[in-house]
T-cell receptor
């Protein structure tokens, strides 16, 4: 299993540009999440999904959109990028029925800079 | 709502024990986790404990849970330079479908 993969690893955007951060997992997990991590800060939940076709807002959803058309993929869309969206973005997935219940498996992250 | 608090920094000498502390809010039915984040990487689960347990030991790691004070600690015995990382405490309540709530993380620096 590759686990959770994210692309791209790095990206620089100009203010006002748009982009999609890709996230794929091959563990057949129903739950998937997007977090952002600002320097020296913890994780803030942007959006999450409990299954294909179902998404919910997290703590900081403004400026982002998600979709979940398949179990494997959970892309995060940034429209009209702003400097405040400069951050490291992590995708994660989990299987509530698993051994450690709600353990989340994380991707390696996408480092985004908006200038 | 749920909240998880951690101290931000800890510095220890190689070979000493490290103790990272966390306080959480609520509940009678909670799962608690410790994640490790190495520089430039995502988070990896280190260990976890259910709220009906007081202690869990896994090699050099010992998790202690004080339910009365809602206090969780992670002890790393014989700390090595490879243990330098950010450690996140996280909580989830079983009763709902709410996602994990993470603390801000404790940056552990190990001095050789």
């Amino acid at each position: 299993n590759a686990g959770v993969t994210q692309t791209p690893k790095f990206r620089i955007l100009k203010i006002g540009q748009s982009m999609t951060l890709q996230c794929t997992q091959d563990m057949n997990h129903n739950y998937m999440y997007w977090y952002r991590q600002d320097p020296g800060m913890g994780l803030k939940l942007i959006y999450y999904s409990v299954g294909a076709g179902i998404t919910d807002k997290g703590e900081v959803p403004n400026g982002y959109n998600v979709s979940r058309s398949t179990t494997e993929d959970f892309p995060l869309r940034l429209e009209l990028a702003a400097p405040s969206q400069t951050s490291v973005y992590f995708c994660a997935s989990s299987d509530p029925g698993g051994r450690s219940k709600y353990e989340q498996y994380f991707g390696p992250g996408t480092r985004l800079t908006v200038t | 709502g749920e909240d998880v608090e951690q101290s931000l920094f800890l510095s220890v000498r190689e070979g000493d024990s490290s103790v990272i502390n966390c306080t959480y809010t609520d509940s009678s039915s909670t799962y608690l986790y410790w994640y490790k984040q190495e520089p430039g990487a995502g988070l990896q689960l280190l260990t976890y404990i259910f709220s009906n347990m007081d202690m869990k030991q896994d090699q050099r790691l010992t998790v202690l849970l004080n339910k009365k004070d809602k206090h969780l600690s992670l002890r790393i015995a014989d700390t090595q330079t490879g243990d330098s990382a950010i450690y996140f405490c996280a909580e989830i309540q079983v009763s709902g479908n709410t996602p994990l709530v993470f603390g801000k993380g404790t940056r552990l620096s190990v001095i050789a």
